[in-house]
Structures are given as C-alpha cells and as structure tokens.
C-alpha cells in the first residue's frame, strides 16, 4: 500500500551537493509514528543510517554526516529530500529513503524503497 520511491542523479562530482528525493504514495509523510530515514549501502559494506525527519518536521543526523546532510520535506508533494554537500568517492553507495517505527532498524511493517546508485566520479 505505502510505496516509497528515490530519485534523483546516478552521478556527481566531488565537491558537489548529492541531492535525493523520496516521493511518498499511499500515506502520508504527516503521519506518525514513521521516522522519515534516508539510509546508504556503499559497495561492500553494511547499511549506515543518515537521518531522519518526523511527521512533524524534527530532523536528526549521524554524528559523523551531521556537518554535511540535510534533510528537508515537501509536503504538498508528499516528498522528503536528501542533500549531501561535498561529497568524495567515499560517498558512493545505494541510497534508500524509508519510513520506520524503529530509527536504526529494518523491521516487518516498515517501508522501504527500492534504492538508488549514487556514484560520486569526476
């Protein structure tokens, strides 16, 4: 029912800004008690958990892209945004945008998108 979808640019220049949208269909970003998260996977590695942002508009970061993310919601469009700026090769995963009862954990009941690859190259 609830579908989650990323876009957004396959490819950016270091230094440049990643920006990824997430459109929401079949609920509402409005709604609780889901933490609007967007999530990484570089290649090889686990997931790490970039932020989130709540039905009310509360954002929280990891500590260590706390400098650089920013997540920012559209309502009217249903949609919630990723920017990363300064981005470096080490930037380079699959990004997933999902709404979760549990911030940090993939669990039944929680949605997800399907993902997409980001690659930072010059």
């Known amino acids: 029912q609830v579908q989650l979808q990323e876009s957004g640019p396959g490819l950016v220049k270091p230094s440049q800004t990643l920006s990824l949208t997430c459109t929401v269909s079949?609920?509402?970003?409005?709604?609780?008690?889901?933490?609007w998260s967007w999530i990484r996977q570089p290649p090889g590695k686990g997931q790490e958990w970039i932020g989130y942002?709540?039905?009310?508009?509360?954002?929280r970061y990891n500590l260590s892209l706390k400098s650089r993310a920013s997540i920012s919601r559209d309502t009217s469009k249903n949609q919630f945004t990723l920017q990363l700026s300064s981005v470096t090769p080490e930037d380079t995963a699959v990004y997933f945008c999902?709404?979760?009862?549990?911030?940090?954990?993939?669990?039944?009941?929680?949605?997800w998108g399907q993902g997409t690859q980001v690659t930072v190259s010059s």
């Open positions: 999902a709404g979760v009862i549990h911030y940090g954990y993939r669990k039944p009941g929680d949605y």
């Open positions: 079949g609920g509402s970003i409005t709604t609780g008690p889901y933490y």
């Open positions: 942002i709540t039905s009310s508009g509360g954002t």
